[in-house]
């Protein structure tokens, strides 16, 4: 078979669900980016040799797009001037470059509309077999989970409190596989971690969030109503067999969506559906159309009380729902006092949790990553400038919702059905776009030492979306109502109101691919004719292609090659040396990042404290010897690395303030007892709302007699009034200790 552009843009379209895209952040997509670069330089050829169309053409929604990513290449260019995270900056930056890139090839592709209906099919293809995968997930995988999970969280706490050095070989054992999975073992972490598994059933499928799953599902149910729901005069011929899948597809999508429990993508999903409902309404055929809509009706209806009765639903989904709009409702201040003080580039790509703890209110818990609402995210992603062009692009889909062309838009799809020649064989190139997505996904995970593809066989479940496009037709060229795509596209604009997903690759493509698809080949663009502009376009693709191969794919697969080696030598103490080893080759390979370096810091900060709490609690007051010093001065030039990675990190401040107190007693130096101090002071400048920083300052200023005790006393009696905040909203995994509140208390004096 012979390869071609769409059916490459298919199979990358295909993958970019196939992975966590919420880690875009760690660099985890950056292979796709690269792709995306080389498939823009192969159609730039493509486009350049042929002898028909060598112009370029640009309109309002390219420069919207555009805008994005030049406000993340110029927030970026801040965050290296102010010493931020350099690493999660670039990783997003090149990430929107590889959307700016696909949004080109599928603008490209989609003025023959048989592509744009093929790109369609492969979306809803997409989008049914991720509902399977996610319908099995919420009544299997987590019971399954749950079980292996209690036997050997029980398993490790039995080992641990028999502290017989007989079971340490096992005690190693259990927690690499914890590792493995990024499975905290201890603190704060597991108890999120727990309450995750153990009291929700939301899928989330391929990706880490059950709300950015939900978001995807409601664009593709949408997509798919819309095609359902197309006039009479345009409908393609139904069989029983077409009827029967695509009813298997709208309940399999709609369950799905409600088995998330994502309020904001069910307002998405009802706000699409009215959208099509006030298009079609004002079409001839009303009658036909209210009776679809019935019919949907009552399959909504059935879907809903099927999710009851197996416990899909339950009363609190309804109960919690002012609370969770509380807490956005925090979010979005806090993100409003950032934004006052950074306005024009915000806090940079992947910088804002660093710079929002400063603004976080106390009543909240969770360190979020994004301010849960696109056009924050936009802002503080991409400063004014991403701004502007989000802006722009949403100014013009209500431009288009709100024009009076449905009658026009009609006559427009049934011109393209009489007029556009049929897709050169259509069941070929969107089933091997799939296959080939699936391929190039398992290829990727294999070459990084991963056997998950090939060890879980329920990931198939996602092909059945595939049988089931197959089923119905769904690969014959349908045609492509604006209206649908643009309520898909407005189902998610209305989730991502109050959830994440500005900065979600997959989240953003798929808004992309059906603002393409909206538009076609007539989006009103300006032409420009030179000949060389798509050659020139193509060396641009090839040269930025090369930039995120250098500075980001190389760096970053390097890195967590090292830190993963570091992770699985560190649980035993005679590999700590070589685990150093690996964090510092780690940090070597990428420059730029700080989770090597925050490592390197942990691994040799945990021995110190130990030297510290055993000279404490011996006999004998051994003095320090030489190999504690100079594990202290390791220890020390570790924290000022981390430092400089990221120098709005209050954890590093933390972090840096316990290594340089256990330093200070090892060497016997007052001075770096104070810095310690100071350390902790800016953490809680940081980070206001923290109760650990608080709780460590106080005890820190407490143990100290060259400071006002009185400094100590202010600095207990916040941490006991943010506990008490804890307590009150039942945020259990920042609660402290009862023996910690009891000295807390102390040094308060109460």
């Excluded at 976080?360 to 301010?371: A, F, L, Q």
């Excluded at 002071?681 to 400071?707: D, E, F, G, H, M």
């Amino acid at each position: 078979m012979r390869l071609s552009i769409p059916m490459l843009a298919f199979a990358l379209l295909t993958a970019g669900f196939l992975w966590p895209a919420e880690e875009a952040i760690n660099g985890l997509g950056l292979h796709w980016t690269v792709a995306w670069c080389l498939l823009g330089f192969l159609h730039g050829v493509q486009r350049w040799l042929a002898t028909e169309r060598k112009q370029v053409e640009f309109d309002w929604l390219d420069i919207g797009v555009l805008l994005i990513a030049v406000g993340h290449v110029v927030s970026t260019m801040i965050v290296f001037q102010v010493s931020g995270d350099r690493r999660s900056a670039l990783n997003l930056t090149f990430e929107w470059i590889g959307l700016v890139i696909a949004w080109r090839i599928f603008r490209s592709l989609f003025r023959d509309p048989p592509y744009a209906g093929q790109a369609i099919a492969v979306v809803i293809a997409i989008v049914v077999g991720l509902s399977c995968y996610g319908i099995w997930q919420h009544h299997v995988f987590y019971a399954e989970q749950a079980e292996w999970y209690l036997n050997l969280r029980n398993e490790l706490d039995q080992v641990l409190a028999s502290r017989d050095a007989a079971h340490f070989n096992r005690l190693n054992e259990i927690t690499r596989q914890f590792q493995e999975r990024d499975i905290p073992v201890s603190g704060a972490g597991r108890i999120l971690w727990e309450n995750r598994l153990l009291n929700s059933s939301e899928p989330f499928a391929t990706f880490s969030l059950a709300n950015t799953l939900a978001g995807i599902l409601a664009a593709g149910l949408v997509m798919l109503v819309g095609q359902v729901f197309t006039a009479p005069d345009q409908q393609q011929k139904n069989s029983r067999l077409r009827t029967l899948t695509l009813t298997i597809e709208m309940f399999l999508i709609a369950y799905c969506l409600i088995l998330t429990k994502s309020r904001s993508a069910w307002l998405g999903t009802a706000v699409g559906l009215s959208i099509l409902f006030l298009r079609r309404i004002r079409l001839p055929s009303v009658k036909y159309t209210i009776q679809r809509f019935i019919g949907g009706g009552f399959i909504a209806a059935t879907v809903v009380v099927i999710a009851i009765v197996v416990g899909g639903i339950d009363k609190e989904v309804i109960l919690e729902s002012p609370r969770s709009l509380q807490f956005r409702l925090f979010y979005w201040v806090g993100t409003a006092k950032l934004l006052r003080n950074l306005p024009l580039t915000g806090a940079g790509p992947g910088n804002f949790r660093q710079v929002y703890l400063q603004y976080k209110s106390d009543e909240t818990s969770e360190e979020i990553r994004d301010p849960h609402n696109f056009v924050l995210d936009a802002w503080s992603s991409s400063g004014m400038i991403g701004l502007a062009g989000l802006l722009l692009i949403t100014g013009w889909i209500l431009w288009r919702l709100l024009r009076d062309n449905a009658k026009r838009s009609a006559e427009e799809i049934g011109n393209v059905i009489r007029r556009s020649p049929p897709a050169d064989r259509p069941l070929q190139t969107v089933t091997a776009g799939i296959l080939g997505g699936f391929l190039l996904q398992i290829a990727w995970n294999w070459l990084n030492g991963s056997d998950e593809w090939t060890t879980e066989p329920t990931r198939l479940l996602l092909l059945g979306g595939l049988l089931l496009a197959f089923l119905r037709g769904g690969f014959a060229f349908t045609p492509v109502d604006s209206a649908a795509c643009l309520a898909a596209v407005s189902a998610v604009m209305v989730n991502l109101m109050a959830a994440s997903g500005f900065e979600i690759p997959t989240v953003m493509l798929t808004v992309l691919v059906c603002l393409a698809a909206a538009v076609g080949g007539n989006g009103g663009q300006t032409p420009f004719a030179w000949r060389h502009w798509n050659l020139a376009g193509a060396g641009l693709c090839l040269m930025l292609g090369c930039v995120v191969v250098k500075f980001g794919l190389m760096p970053v697969t390097l890195a967590a090659y090292h830190v993963r080696a570091g992770n699985m030598l560190v649980t035993g103490p005679q590999n700590t040396p070589k685990a150093v080893e690996q964090f510092q080759d780690a940090a070597h390979a990428d420059p730029q990042s700080v989770t090597p370096r925050q490592r390197l810091v942990e691994v040799l900060a945990y021995p110190l404290s130990e030297a510290v709490f055993l000279r404490a609690t011996s006999r004998e007051r051994e003095g320090f010897d030489e190999a504690d010093r100079r594990l202290a001065d390791e220890a020390l030039d570790a924290c000022e690395r981390l430092i400089v990675a990221d120098r709005r990190n209050s954890f590093s401040y933390g972090l840096r303030a316990e290594v340089r107190w256990n330093a200070a007693i090892v060497k016997a130096d007052k001075q770096l007892q104070n810095l310690a101090i100071q350390d902790l002071k800016t953490a809680v400048q940081l980070y206001p709302s923290s109760t650990a920083a608080w709780y460590n300052l106080a005890q820190r200023l407490a143990a100290t007699t060259i400071n006002d005790q009185d400094e100590a006393r202010k600095a207990a009696r916040r941490a006991l009034q943010l506990d008490e905040l804890n307590h009150a909203w039942g945020h259990s995994d920042r609660f402290l200790a009862d023996e910690q509140r009891k000295q807390i208390e102390r040094m308060a004096g109460l």
